[in-house]
């Protein structure tokens, strides 16, 4: 067993070293061809022959061929400016100002239905903007109404007050402490009232700069869709 295992390691090692041995006689028989039949003076004339052809080419032809690309570059130029007058004549205008009329139709209903919109948010801004005033008249009569009874019910009798006096929670003709909590409740439903009223106005407000910009938008495409058509044909 052990001097199978010894033949098997001596056999990858024997493969190893010859596979080396072959790249290092390669390199050795290449390095000795290219002492024994050295081709560089030949290349080395090539190169100098080339150098000369292209020295006469250059003398001989040199300006003729700047020339000629100078007319060539020129000639390309002028070309692609006859293409692209060409391109104008060849366009279907009919075509794409009735694609543009159909363009404009549908930004014009567009628009309409903006506008109605903004209308609408006009008319719900007005009567949110009655409500908040609404609202405000109610807050300063309910804060009077307070303040009133707070007035009253430390005033002398002689003004017709109750001079401090422990007042009943409710009273049908007198002063009572439920009147006081009744003012204060609307007093301070009011004042919700006039938060949530100028939520309204500043939600409608930008509901409103919306559709501003968005008719602002339409505007510019019904203008800079007939504008195009007509900087693309006068240029």
């Known amino acids: 067993m052990f001097n199978k295992l010894k033949s098997y390691i001596n056999d990858i090692q024997i493969s190893l070293d010859f596979h080396q041995y072959e790249n290092q006689c390669r390199t050795d028989h290449l390095d000795q061809v290219n002492k024994l039949f050295s081709t560089k003076q030949i290349e080395d004339k090539k190169q100098e022959i080339l150098n000369e052809i292209e020295r006469l080419v250059n003398l001989n032809f040199g300006n003729t061929i700047m020339q000629k690309e100078m007319v060539k570059g020129v000639l390309i130029s002028e070309a692609n400016e006859i293409k692209v007058k060409l391109s104008y004549f060849s366009r ?3 075509q794409e100002l009735d694609q543009l009329y159909i363009n404009k139709k549908e ?3 567009e628009k309409s239905a903006l506008y109605e ?4 948010l006009q008319a719900q801004l007005s009567e949110a903007f009655e409500n908040k005033e ?9 804060k009077d109404e307070v303040e009133s009874w707070y007035d009253k019910s430390q005033r002398t009798t002689w003004l017709f007050g109750n001079a401090g006096n422990k007042l009943p929670q409710y009273s049908l003709f007198g002063q009572s402490i439920g009147d006081l909590e009744s003012s204060k409740y609307y007093r301070d439903s009011a004042y919700n009232d006039v938060t949530e009223a100028k939520k309204l106005i500043q939600k409608l407000k930008n509901d409103q700069q919306n559709l501003n910009n968005k008719i602002k938008q339409i505007k510019n495409k019904a203008l800079y869709g007939f504008q195009g058509l007509f900087d693309e044909s006068v240029k």
């Open 134 to 142: 609404k609202a405000y008249h109610d807050v300063n009569y309910y």
């Open 117 to 120: 919109k903004k209308n609408k």
């Open 92 to 94: 279907n205008y009919k």
């Open 107 to 109: 930004l014009i209903s």
